[in-house]
């Protein structure tokens, strides 16, 4: 059975009107079921309810139009759970800010730089950055060009020379001695590596001076940055963000008073925008140093997000248990009232009579609260449409 929209206050008003019309006539008499009750037990005269302030009597039909709805106070175990919100975060080995270690231009990789969502792996590349340049620095790299071009002429005319000299010795091998087409093979030898040193430094040249590779150092997902080919970017510029989301962290602030008696190392997360999205969390630390201005302690706890359902940033509800379990009676958190500052329950007597009783609380947890004085296992309490008792009764 779907639960009835809380009345408004209107509609409140109004259907206490109609609660007073039929006591007067006497339609609330009728014995109506209501919640699976037997309501055929004849009410209680107006009168006596209105003698005393913590009895209200509210006819049966009035009842069904307020959409109230009782429920019967059972004795349980119950732990205090202590619940705050949190934000999400990433776990700082799990996250990696890739920054440009100098001012350049940004160069992609084959396939492009990376996007929104991708996936990285660790080593792979995801962009070279090539510095900027000054004009005394220009003007230095342009001679260093030119001078490495240079010694690639050098070392090639002279390897082409050793070449020449070796294929000489070789035709006259009857009359050249064996150590001296040795030492022109020596010498071709030579020339070849210095022609590959001077092409080396000429690659490395032509690429500009001091050229990095810029590569992921963990496995991840891209989840902010926007780089373009060529792009012009200064020293310490954020290129992209990239996020462990496999497992991630909750970092919540708890109040002074409520960190000494957390208990256990797990709780329940739940996110904010998406209460369905429930996590089972495992407690990492509680901090030893009190925020002096807000009187809070700060609290880590980590969570398995393989689904993706988690985003770092996001707010969540986070409930931790807050001692060990105590014995009372248990009704739900809605049958709870402030009644000028006293806790009170009501709890339904007879079909058409309620009694405010004043009640001592104990722990509360996950939309329960234990009751150690005031309310009797097995009672009938109001969970939906308390308030519209409470007004009837006079507040």
């Known amino acids: 059975m779907s639960r009835a929209r809380p009345p408004t206050v209107g509609a409140i008003t109004a259907a206490l009107a109609i609660a007073s019309a039929l006591a007067v006539t006497g339609l609330g008499e009728r014995a109506d079921a209501h919640g699976g009750e037997d309501h055929s037990a004849p009410a209680k005269p107006a009168a006596s309810a209105a003698a005393d302030p913590n009895v209200a009597r509210v006819p049966i039909e009035t009842q069904f139009l307020l959409g109230l709805r009782t429920e019967r106070a059972k004795r349980g175990a119950l732990a205090t759970s202590l619940g705050q919100i949190g934000t999400?975060?990433?776990?700082?080995?799990?996250?990696?800010?890739?920054?440009a270690p100098t001012s350049g231009r940004l160069f992609p990789p084959e396939g492009g730089f990376l996007r929104l969502g991708d996936d990285v792996k660790k080593g792979q590349l995801l962009a070279t950055l090539r510095p900027?340049?000054?004009?005394?620095?220009?003007?230095?790299?342009g001679l260093s060009r030119s001078d490495a071009a240079s010694r690639v002429a050098a070392a090639e005319a002279r390897l082409g020379l050793a070449e020449r000299e070796l294929a000489r010795r070789r035709e006259l091998e009857d009359i050249v001695a064996d150590k001296d087409i040795q030492a022109a093979e020596a010498e071709v030898e030579i020339a070849r590596a210095e022609v590959a040193r001077a092409r080396a430094d000429v690659g490395v040249l032509a690429g500009g001076a001091g050229a990095q590779r810029l590569s992921a150092t963990i496995d991840g997902t891209?989840?902010?940055?926007?780089?373009?080919?060529?792009?012009?970017?200064?020293?310490?510029?954020?290129?992209?963000?990239?996020?462990?989301?496999?497992?991630?962290?909750?970092?919540?602030?708890?109040?002074?008073?409520?960190?000494?008696?957390?208990?256990?190392?797990?709780?329940?997360?739940?996110?904010?925008?998406?209460?369905?999205?429930?996590f089972e969390a495992?407690?990492?630390?509680?901090a030893s140093l009190v925020d002096p201005a807000t009187r809070t302690v700060q609290a880590l706890f980590e969570f398995d997000n393989k689904d993706r359902r988690a985003r770092v940033g996001a707010l969540a509800n986070i409930s931790m248990a807050g001692s060990a379990p105590v014995e009372s009676v248990v009704v739900p958190v809605s049958a709870l009232l402030d009644r000028s500052g006293t806790p009170t329950v009501i709890v339904k007597i007879s079909p058409e009579t309620f009694e405010l009783r004043a009640v001592a609380i104990g722990p509360k947890s996950a939309g329960a609260v234990g009751i150690t004085a005031g309310v009797a296992a097995g009672e009938r309490v109001v969970v939906d449409g308390a308030m519209a008792v409470l007004l009837a009764a006079g507040g």
Do not use: N
């Open 88 to 99: 999400v975060v990433a776990r700082p080995a799990g996250e990696l800010a890739v920054v």
């Open 132 to 141: 900027s340049l000054g004009g005394a620095e220009s003007a230095q790299l």
């Open 222 to 278: 891209v989840v902010s940055g926007r780089v373009s080919p060529g792009a012009q970017v200064a020293e310490g510029t954020e290129l992209w963000r990239i996020v462990d989301l496999a497992t991630l962290w909750v970092d919540v602030r708890i109040p002074e008073a409520d960190a000494a008696r957390l208990a256990g190392d797990r709780a329940e997360v739940a996110l904010v925008t998406d209460p369905a999205a429930r």
């Open 282 to 286: 495992r407690r990492l630390a509680v």
